[in-house]
């Protein structure tokens, strides 16, 4: 594939999907600057898959996987992530939070974040309104694990949703 | 907020977005890495080119002095410690290619749950320190005693005098092994910390997806 080709399709796929990246840099990164970082190496293993598409499946499951592969592994990479970097020092201007944000979404990624690594996957995938055939194919689990953990992790979310009721948000 | 209000506070990012892009600071980023690609990829292809040809002049150099000390009838020493050099330059292609093949490349289409097995795969492979310690102390020792025995039927088989003195050729062997040993354990013990704590992570996370709820 051409590099020029390659680049086309690149920014096609961030322009239709840069959503997909933003949520999962926020759900796995802690900091501004852990999501600048994430974000970043996300759409550079996007650039690198473009090559390795063969159109099995739509781009949207394909960026899901690559997205949430690389979010994985960066979470592995030994706890640089977040740790002793001054967060104002180190943001590359990368991602630039508009101002006037609703609080209610701040809420419900801090829930997200309270879950297991393989749940704030689910979770995601869930909210985003994938059906449980197409999470089973991004993760990689059977139909019916999808749909046992999907519905605990609604239970869990109701149940927060529920006491935040109750205190008033 | 309700689940409902919720998924539509959520799917709101998407007409509004969590974030804006600064796309030239990408584009920044993408060229970076494209740059870092292509050194890759030229280096890659030097070290592969370099490693050919050195290990096959070196075969084919030893393979040439075996066919002259058969024709001239020289003693069967020179010829056999020649065979040995070259039996060492093959061992020494072979430890050198399977020291560049052993990292499976990754395959983006995987699914989470086959990328960890894949990565956990991968860690347990460089966990694994007889095998790592070994291809690298036979790359590298082949290469010495080959290139020693065969410099030493070529002096001896010329009559050259020995400066170094062929007595010492056990000692630098042995040597060179120890040093080849020690700095592939001591980098092992600086790396093993990092990859244990990787591979709890990934058996951990593997674990999770697969336990059912």
């Known amino acids: 594939m051409q590099e020029a080709e390659r680049n086309r399709i690149f920014e096609s796929w961030i322009d ?32 690198h898959s473009v090559e390795a598409y063969r159109g099995d499946c739509a781009p949207t499951t394909w960026i899901y996987r690559v997205a949430l592969n690389t979010a ?26 508009p101002p006037g944000r609703d609080p209610r979404l701040d809420w419900i990624y801090e829930r997200i974040a309270e879950l297991d690594e393989a749940n704030r996957s689910l979770a995601l995938l869930m909210l985003d309104g994938l059906s449980y055939r197409e999470m089973s194919q991004i993760l990689g689990l059977g139909e019916s694990n999808v749909g046992m953990r999907i519905n605990r992790i609604k239970a869990v979310l109701a149940a927060q949703l529920a006491k935040e009721e109750r205190d008033g948000l | 907020m309700d689940f409902d ?77 020649a065979g040995v050099s070259l039996g060492m330059f093959a ?11 052993r990292e499976p490349e990754r395959n983006f289409g995987n699914t989470l749950e086959e990328e960890v097995r894949r990565s956990l ?14 291809i690298h102390v ?35 062997i042995v040597g060179w092994i120890v040093l080849v040993v020690y700095s592939a354990r001591k980098q092992m013990r600086k790396a093993k910390p990092k990859l244990e704590l990787r591979q709890r992570r990934l058996r951990e996370l593997l674990a999770a997806l697969d336990a059912p709820e």
């Open chain 1, 16 to 47: 239709a999907h840069k959503a997909i990246l933003f949520k999962v840099a926020r759900v796995y990164g802690a900091t501004h600057s852990d999501r600048e970082d994430l974000f970043q190496e996300i759409a550079l293993q996007v650039w």
């Open chain 1, 72 to 97: 994985l592994a960066w979470r592995r990479k030994e706890r640089r992530h977040g740790q002793g970097r001054q967060d104002l020092e180190a943001a590359t201007g990368l991602l630039i939070a």
């Open chain 2, 5 to 81: 209000q919720m998924l539509e506070t959520w799917r709101a990012q998407n007409t509004a977005p969590l974030y804006d892009m600064n796309r030239d600071a990408l584009r920044q980023a993408l060229q970076t890495e494209e740059a870092r690609v292509r050194g890759e990829m030229r280096t890659e292809r030097r070290g592969l080119w370099f490693g050919w040809i050195f290990y096959t002049g070196m075969a084919v150099w030893t393979g040439l002095w075996i066919a002259i000390t058969i024709t001239n009838g020289w003693p069967a020493i020179y010829t056999l410690a």
């Open chain 2, 91 to 101: 061992l020494g292609v072979g430890a050198w290619s399977v020291s560049r093949g």
């Open chain 2, 121 to 134: 795969a991968l860690v347990d492979y460089q966990l694994s320190t007889t095998r790592h310690s070994i």
């Open chain 2, 138 to 172: 036979l790359g590298a020792v082949s290469l010495v005693v080959g290139t020693l025995l065969l410099s030493w039927t070529v002096n001896r088989s010329q009559e050259i005098p020995d400066s170094s003195g062929s007595g010492w050729f056990p000692v630098l």
